[in-house]
């Protein structure tokens, strides 16, 4: 042990146990932080039956077998899988038959910057391509990268009205990411002016579902509202627009935000099991397999187990100068799982 470790061990001796490595510590403050762990954590997932991933990239078609090997290791037998780039659906159909269904992407480069001429074609011949879904971005940092093309308008705005007529008129779902975790508010979007506030997105969303009852939507990341504070606003929005679900995509923004209090996570989860999707949000642009198996593990040991305290096994970049992220599982009912790894995606996308 290093001296770092020591005064690591001394501070976090609970925690320690089950940590294999601490692979970096440093002095932040006057206070030693972790930055970045490595762990080997006995878990036995309790469900056993199929997953259906319902959120997950892939970015370069070299690693895509990558995914679908690690996917598969912790049940995986389905998945939603959003496409980027020009390279079509059909050497993944090829290769993996019946594997996926596959959302087409419309970037905020087309939606904001190239306007919906090309956009509302292209939902219209989604479905002889190949695809099911729809996946927009919706996040603030467009804001910026687009700010010299033009003003985005809200989600809400009547510009968009042709794009989700047109979804409706497909019977086509939109898997949507709107806002972000409330911790980029606090750092890389406090300049209001320019991005906005996180309320106000919320509420962006919530008119689009309203104005536009017709359409199924899959709100990426609970919604944007994972945390403990926020979920009231889902719980009413879940009451007030059937039109709504979300998925869990980004296991440390799930693990980080609803295992702060695991019970009052397991009672809003089991209240509204038939409405979340589990999703891993993994894309398939690495090589580097604790990148798939972290999200997969971390995510199936929040849902699945009662451990406490147990150390997020990848680097939680948003807690990283204050103590790092940590796994508290919400035991789910079997009968919930079910639902949130696979009957509520098949019953909404296939
Ligand atoms: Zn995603």
Known sequence: MTDAEKVFACKYEGRLALATRLVRARVSKGTLVCSSWVTEVDFRPRYNGPIFDAHSHVVDEEHIDLLVRIGEDYGVEKSLLIVHGDVGIESYEERYPDRFIFAKYFSGWMLFGEGLDEAVPEIHSMREEGYQVAKVHFAPFWSDRLSEVKNIPPLDSKEFNPFFEALADEEIPVLIHVSDPDTYYESRYDNEAV????????????????????????????????????????????????????????????????????????????????????????????????????????????????????????????????????????????????????????????
Request: charge should be negative; hydrophobic fraction near 35%; charged fraction near 30%.
């Open 195 to 350: 991005y906005g506030t996180k309320d106000e997105h919320l509420m962006e969303l919530e008119r689009r579902l309203e104005r536009t009852p017709d359409v199924t939507f899959q709100v990426a990341h609970f919604g944007a509202q994972p945390e403990v504070h926020r979920l009231e606003n889902l719980a009413r929005l879940f009451d007030n627009y059937p039109n709504l679900n979300v998925d869990t995509g980004s296991a440390r923004w799930m693990v980080r935000e609803l295992g702060r209090d695991p019970e009052t996570a397991r009672r809003f989860v089991t209240r509204y099991s038939e409405r979340i999707l589990f999703g891993s949000d993994c894309v398939a642009r690495s090589n580097d397999i604790s990148y798939y198996e972290g999200r997969y593990k971390s995510e199936r040991m929040l849902w699945e187990s009662d451990v406490r305290d147990v150390p997020l096994p990848f680097v939680d970049a948003d807690t990283v100068d204050s103590g790092g992220t940590f796994i508290n599982g919400l035991n789910l009912d079997d009968e919930v799982l079910e639902k949130l790894y696979w009957k509520n995606a098949l019953r909404i996308h296939m």
